[in-house]
């Protein structure tokens, strides 16, 4: 019997260096920006596929933004974002308030409350494990509810 209260992937487990040199990515939201051209990459990286130009810097993308699309249970019984055991889920493309896109997931509703064009906003939260057994934590968005807008 394991020790952990959930199953391991270990086909989805992430390299502990890999999970820290992208932190910042998952915590924040930090990607870069082009200071030749000015666009907005995510996750972060350090020569423009635009422009090729390596005049790059840190840029923190919005924390707000809209579904764009959704789904259900697409993910069932892989651990691309952590618990593969709870369904039904929602991934979604999320357009940010500054126009970059994300695929993540939409938590803490029913998914059949979720419609595209809903206001999303971030939280951290765990993701899956890394390959020493230590949660990675990382974004999801929630509904952002009347009272917070
Ligand atoms: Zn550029």
């Given at each position: 019997?394991?020790?952990?209260?959930?199953?391991?992937?270990?086909?989805?487990?992430?390299?502990?260096?890999?999970?820290?040199?992208?932190?910042?990515?998952?915590?924040?939201?930090?990607?870069?920006?082009?200071?030749?051209?000015?666009?907005?990459?995510?996750?972060?990286?350090?020569?423009?596929?635009?422009?090729?130009?390596?005049?790059?810097?840190?840029?923190?993308?919005?924390?707000?933004?809209?579904?764009?699309?959704?789904?259900?249970n697409?993910?069932r019984?892989?651990?691309?974002?952590?618990?593969?055991e709870q369904v039904p889920r929602?991934?979604?493309?999320?357009?940010?308030?500054?126009?970059?896109?994300?695929?993540?997931?939409?938590?803490?509703?029913?998914?059949?409350?979720?419609?595209?064009?809903?206001?999303?906003?971030?939280?951290?939260?765990?993701?899956?494990?890394?390959?020493?057994?230590?949660?990675?934590?990382?974004?999801?968005?929630?509904?952002?509810?009347?009272?917070?807008?």
């Amino acid at each position: 019997m394991s020790e952990f209260p959930e199953q391991i992937y270990r086909h989805a487990t992430y390299s502990t260096v890999r999970a820290w040199r992208e932190r910042l990515g998952r915590y924040r939201l930090v990607g870069s920006r082009c200071r030749n051209c000015g666009e907005i990459w995510f996750p972060r990286r350090s020569v423009c596929p635009h422009c090729a130009s390596r005049e790059m810097e840190e840029y923190e993308c919005a924390h707000q933004g809209e579904v764009l699309c959704h789904w259900e249970n697409i993910f069932r019984g892989v651990a691309l974002m952590g618990y593969a055991e709870q369904v039904p889920r929602v991934p979604a493309v999320i357009r940010l308030n500054d126009g970059v896109h994300i695929l993540s997931e939409v938590i803490e509703t029913s998914p059949q409350d979720v419609y595209d064009g809903m206001p999303v906003r971030m939280v951290l939260r765990k993701q899956k494990r890394e390959s020493n057994s230590n949660w990675m934590y990382g974004f999801k968005f929630v509904p952002i509810r009347r009272a917070e807008q």
